[in-house]
């Protein structure tokens, strides 16, 4: 990884040589004494209500080919249900899983983990919904995220450019699950059809 | 032999059905290829390009796989139509980039637009345009098939809230130098335009061009706008726009004639301007010169003589630089005469309606699809009668497929067909290129000419003009050169290969 935008929920990128490589490894590394280029976790704050037309189109997405069944299980079973649904490294249920959860930490609110049987799905996969509940994300959802609570309208369109390229529905997916964080049973109701 | 497969209650869109046919088309010993949805009007297309329909039983929601070729390659052709139905060549992912999904959505985004362009099925476009002008957007509407009520309706609204609607069925427009739909690479400039006509703005664009004048605003305002129905609402406005627009020096007004109360409006506004105001209504009644107005009979004398009055010059000079060139070439028709038919197949509506206008001077009645008069309207658009051009780009060649300046296709076959008639001496026909026309177009139509060669030899002249400039995604000299090496006689525009081709058809 070279830059700040190919950074995952894992990564930490601090200015500094082989010594702070040789601490980080100790485990007495505080982030307080260097410049942190990047760390993975989201800011919290209010969602701007002005900018609510732009995260309800994301509700949409489950208009799209390839959503139907998750959109349904979302529907007809609630979130449980995504955990491990439909195909790929990262299945898409998972990806929209992670976003809600990633949604919620945004707003400050926290999900009981407990009620997810995240044994159904891979370890990889469950990482990434593990991640996504403590607010930690790729590199574009983070950007999004802030651009999205400071209204930086032009970054947030360039930072929805690559967000919803990412993967191959995987970005979609978690636009999606940050959407009905943010509507709330609204936004569960939307994707009713 | 040719093999049929039908899929049923289905649909797929143009663009799809044209990419497949162009990897079907590829494969060895595939001669010819049709994926339409079964209207009417495909249905006879396809008839008319030799495939047998009989015995079918076919709705609207059919798609038919219709292949020519080889025996031996005909089943793999249609299995290999079948599956690239289900995973289409060439189309761009949606997950590589983000549209927004609504209006409201993308104003979020782009809190600075005025400006919406709306193509989406007719008969929902007047709501979504409706929808537009609530918010304070200008409306470019290139969506066609909009009923004239609701045209009325918008333009109504749009004119209470000072906004414009551009459209319906508005294939093109500028705004500051940045073409919108089909457009070519115009130089920035100090000519406004209003045009009526979609092909019309091009070729005027592209001609002034040439003589080093760009465009600052070119606003379409869809062909119904300056019927008595509508009454030109969207002419006048940007007549009035564009007058008081400091940065435009020259204003240019190209279209078919107006209803004569709507014209006499748009003169009434143009006489008060203080700029130059060119008039090209095309097949109107020529009148003289007065100050501000300056009356033009064609595209390229509208082009040439805004570009003379843009830097300064003489108009008259320019005029009569063109009548010098025009005589130059009726001399080289001379050289080239073939008495004959004269057949136009043409993509650009405007330059169909130019070239009837000239070349009946030369030939008299033309037939057509879109005729000069209704008196001269072919019964049948697929069957050609004596001098006859043909307008692709009317609705009845573009329901369920794309628009010929994105795909030639069916126009290239009648080439071919019309090419074997006999009594017919020229065919012409025209070649537009800029952003949203197909990437290579003169390809489509130089391998028609070399296919009709093939069968005729040397009887029938083609002859072509290239709507083009060298910044084109197509590259203008590029699309020449490819008909030039095909045995296409190009000329430089769209009336001076209407004028050669009737000059040699006449013999």
Redesign the interface.
């Known amino acids: 990884m070279d830059s700040a935008e190919a950074m995952g929920p894992r990564c930490l990128w601090v200015e500094g040589g082989v010594e702070v490589l040789e601490e980080l490894n100790r485990g007495d590394f505080d982030l307080s004494e260097v410049e942190v280029v990047y760390e993975p976790a989201v800011p919290v704050g209010e969602v701007p209500e ?5 995260w ?3 509700l ?1 997405f489950c208009e ?1 080919e390839g959503f139907s069944s998750v959109a349904e299980a979302l529907v007809e079973s609630g979130l449980n249900s995504l955990v491990g649904l439909g195909p790929g490294l990262t299945p898409l249920g998972d990806d929209v899983l992670s976003g809600y959860l990633l949604g919620l930490r945004v707003l400050g609110r926290v999900f009981d983990l407990g009620s997810l049987d995240l044994s159904r799905t891979h370890w990889l996969s469950r990482q990434m919904v593990l991640d996504a509940a403590e607010g930690l994300c790729w590199s574009p959802f983070r950007g999004l995220i802030s651009a999205l609570l400071s209204e930086d ?1 032009a970054s ?2 360039r930072w ?2 690559r ?3 990412f993967g ?2 995987s ?2 997916g978690y636009l999606l699950g940050m959407a009905v964080a943010f509507e709330g049973m609204g936004g569960v109701s939307f994707c009713r059809g | 032999m040719q093999r049929i497969a039908v899929e049923r209650g289905t649909y797929f869109d143009s663009v799809t059905l044209m990419l497949i046919s162009r990897e079907i088309g590829a494969m060895e010993g595939v001669e010819q290829v049709a994926l339409n949805m079964a209207t009417e009007a495909n249905l006879r297309i396809m008839a008319s390009a030799g495939f047998d329909l009989s015995g079918l039983e076919l709705g609207e929601s059919d798609l038919v796989i219709a292949v020519k070729g080889k025996e031996e390659v005909l089943d793999r052709a249609i299995s290999r139509a079948k599956e690239l139905l289900k995973s289409p060549p060439g189309r761009r992912s ?5 549209f ?3 209006v ?2 993308a ?5 600075g637009a005025n400006l919406a362009l709306i193509s989406v099925a007719g008969q929902y476009a007047a709501d979504v345009a409706r929808a537009c002008l609530d918010l304070g957007l200008n409306v470019m509407l290139y969506s066609d098939n909009v009923p004239l009520s609701a045209e009325v309706e918008l333009k109504r609204i749009a004119g209470e809230k000072g906004l414009l609607v551009m459209g319906p069925d508005c294939g093109t427009a500028v705004i500051r130098g940045k073409g919108l739909g089909f457009a070519n690479a115009y130089p920035l400039g100090p000519v406004g335009l209003v045009a009526a006509a979609g092909t019309g703005l091009q070729e005027v664009g592209v001609q002034m061009a040439r003589r080093g004048v760009g465009l600052i605003h070119a606003i379409g305002t869809g062909g119904r706008d300056v019927k008595e129905e509508v009454g030109g609402s969207t002419f006048s406005m940007g007549v009035k726009l564009l007058l008081e627009d400091p940065e435009v020096e020259v204003l240019a007004l190209v279209g078919k004639p107006p209803s004569p109360s709507v014209e006499g409006s748009i003169l009434d506004l143009a006489s008060s301007s203080g700029k130059p105001v060119v008039v090209g209504f095309v097949g109107g009644r020529r009148r003289e010169d007065a100050f501000p107005l300056y009356f033009c009979s064609d595209l390229e004398e509208v082009a040439a003589v805004s570009s003379a009055l843009a830097k300064g010059l003489d108009p008259n000079e320019a005029r009569e630089e063109l009548r010098s060139r025009r005589e130059e070439v009726l001399r080289m028709a001379q050289a080239r005469s073939r008495r004959g038919y004269l057949r136009g197949l043409f993509s650009g509506g405007t330059l169909c309606y130019e070239a009837q206008l000239l070349a009946s001077s030369i030939l008299g009645p033309i037939r057509s699809n879109a005729p000069l008069d209704k008196a001269y309207k072919l019964a049948d658009s697929l069957r050609s009668e004596g001098h006859c051009m043909v307008d692709y780009g009317e609705d009845e060649f573009t329901q369920g497929r794309l628009h010929p300046m994105m795909d030639s296709s069916y126009r290239a076959q009648r080439l071919v067909v019309e090419a074997q008639d006999p009594e017919v001496s020229v065919i012409l026909f025209d070649c537009v290129l800029g952003y949203g026309a197909h990437e290579n177009p003169a390809s489509q139509m130089a391998e028609a000419v070399q296919r009709a060669r093939g069968i005729c030899g040397d009887r029938v002249l083609f002859v072509s003009y290239v709507c083009g400039l060298e910044g084109d995604p197509q590259v203008a000299s590029r699309q020449r050169r490819i008909l030039e090496e095909a045995g296409v006689v190009l000329l430089e525009s769209n009336a001076e290969a209407a004028i050669f081709a009737a000059a040699c058809a006449r013999g």
């Open positions: 002005g900018l609510s037309s732009v309800r189109d994301w949409r799209e309208r947030l369109a929805l450019e967000c919803a390229g191959s529905t970005g979609k | 949606d997950s590589a980039s983000y927004p999904k609504s409201d959505g104003l979020a985004l782009l809190p």
